[in-house]
T-cell receptor
């Protein structure tokens, strides 16, 4: 399967809950990055995984965590949800990091109420 | 600090007119610069990167290190160019993460 797929497409959670977002990367892409995109803003880098290890992190608190699996899938976990976590969360994969260009998923729209 | 600035939030031009979307960056070394595009109801996709010096869909962008700019240009805009355009920077050694501008919404009017 080609392309990057994310699930679910939409999600509504209440403040304080935990959420897991999933991403299936393009086959052969060993680098995956997660981004948060608030309405009217550019994507903000959350973290990046390379061969199942985190190798870069943006200015997000530890309650944002992730996993990457050998089958090119990955997860973004957010604990203790806050209202400001409401955003579009994007997964992007690459065969060699940013310089090779990223392939993006369609995103998961998370709404925290 | 590394930063990407897109000074125009919205740019409106007529079909056939030249278009230039501005991007300025702040980085002391030799970054890699990219333009990503998001058409309505579609996902973000890579438009071009300066390292490949390619022209995609008639768009070109030249890295000007003196002015720290990477403006995106097209001589004759088409209606299908209407989209959100993001400039992004990748700094070598910085875990290869992308630093993004806020984006410019391009509207090409008939």
């Amino acid at each position: 399967e080609t392309g990057v797929t994310q699930s679910p497409t939409h999600l509504i959670k209440t403040r304080g809950q935990q959420v897991t977002l999933r991403c299936s990367s393009q086959s052969g892409h060993n680098t995956v990055s997660w981004y948060q995109q608030a309405l009217g803003q550019g994507p903000q880098f959350i973290f990046q995984y390379y061969r199942e290890e985190e190798n870069g992190r943006g200015n997000f608190p530890p309650r944002f965590s992730g996993l990457q699996f050998p089958n090119y899938s990955s997860e973004l976990n957010v604990n203790a949800l806050e209202l400001d976590d409401s955003a579009l969360y994007l997964c992007a994969s690459s065969s060699g990091g940013a310089n090779y260009g990223y392939t993006f998923g369609s995103g998961t729209r998370l709404t925290v109420v | 600090a590394q930063r990407v600035t897109q000074p125009e939030k919205l740019l409106s031009v007529f079909k056939g007119a030249p278009v230039e979307l501005k991007c300025n960056y702040s980085y002391s070394g030799s970054p890699e610069l990219f333009w990503y595009v998001q058409y309505s109801r579609q996902r973000l996709q890579l438009l071009l990167r300066h390292i490949s010096r390619e022209s995609i869909k008639g768009f070109t962008a030249d890295l000007n290190k003196g002015e720290t700019s990477f403006h995106l240009k097209k001589p004759f805009a088409q209606e299908e160019d209407s989209a959100m355009y993001y400039c992004a920077l990748s700094a070598p050694g910085n875990n290869r993460k992308l630093i993004w501008g806020l984006g410019t919404s391009l509207a090409v009017n008939p």
